[in-house]
T-cell receptor, first 118, second 112 residues
Framework: ETGVTQTPRHLVMGMTNKKSLKCEQHLGHNAMYWYKQSAKKPLELMFVYSLEERVENNSVPSRFSPECPNSSHLFLHLHTLQPEDSALYLC?????????????????FGNGTRLTVT | GQQLNQSPQSMFIQEGEDVSMNCTSSSIFNTWLWYKQDPGEGPVLLIALYKAGELTSNGRLTAQFGITRKDSFLNISASIPSDVGIYFCAGYSGGGADGLTFGKGTHLIIQP
């Protein structure tokens, strides 16, 4: 599967570290998303970029900082995280700009980065 | 915000059995989506439903968009080992990315 690629697959970091998650999509989509997946909880939308501009920020703590340099790449910069931030972070893309799962362009997800904060 | 009640939370079945799971909500949705997540991977879209009452099949999978627009179900017939995974429903009510709500998932386990 070469549609949406996320790196690294696994990341362990201390609370004082700074790290970045990377996502790349090869589907020609114009919107990209970061979701947080925690056990026994629904997927939580964190950020949406449409045409490289941020259109959603669902009250995510400032220790998470997204960056979208172009329509194919998305980053999530992490600093001074807390243990409760440990989760699977999923990147997704879609063709419908900024609509996140519009009926004519459902989300395509990457395989995620499993983040553990110690 | 909107919430989806997905049930059951987990299912333990024998290979060859049929499976049924559903999602309900107090809110109305314009679109229902069903995703499957295999271990170590991201969710993959299985079926998308766009009209109330719509019944759609994808191989051994059948899903329906409830007539009230507040629920949807997914059936899997004659389960096989590769059906193991977590199945998520998602409802879309329009208005941008916040309009997509996910259920908590149904964990399907197939016993030999």
């Amino acid at each position: 599967e070469t549609g949406v690629t996320q790196t690294p697959r696994h990341l362990v970091m201390g609370m004082t570290n700074k790290k970045s998650l990377k996502c790349e999509q090869h589907l020609g989509h114009n919107a990209m998303y970061w979701y947080k997946q925690s056990a026994k909880k629904p997927l939580e939308l964190m950020f949406v970029y449409s045409l490289e501009e941020r259109v959603e920020n669902n009250s995510v703590p400032s220790r998470f900082s997204p960056e979208c340099p172009n329509s194919s790449h998305l980053f999530l910069h992490l600093h001074t995280l807390q243990p409760e931030d440990s989760a699977l972070y999923l990147c997704a893309s879609s063709q419908a700009a900024g609509t996140g799962g519009d009926y004519n362009s459902p989300l395509h997800f990457g395989n995620g980065t499993r983040l553990t904060v110690t | 915000g909107q919430q989806l009640n997905q049930s059951p939370q987990s299912m333990f079945i024998q290979e060859g059995e049929d499976v049924s799971m559903n999602c309900t909500s107090s809110s109305i949705f314009n679109t229902w989506l069903w995703y499957k997540q295999d271990p170590g991977e991201g969710p993959v879209l299985l079926i998308a439903l766009y009209k109330a009452g719509e019944l759609t099949s994808n191989g051994r999978l059948t899903a329906q968009f409830g007539i009230t627009r507040k629920d949807s179900f997914l059936n899997i017939s004659a389960s096989i080992p590769s059906d193991v995974g977590i199945y998520f429903c998602a409802g879309y009510s329009g208005g941008g990315a916040d309009g997509l709500t996910f259920g908590k998932g149904t964990h399907l386990i197939i016993q030999p």
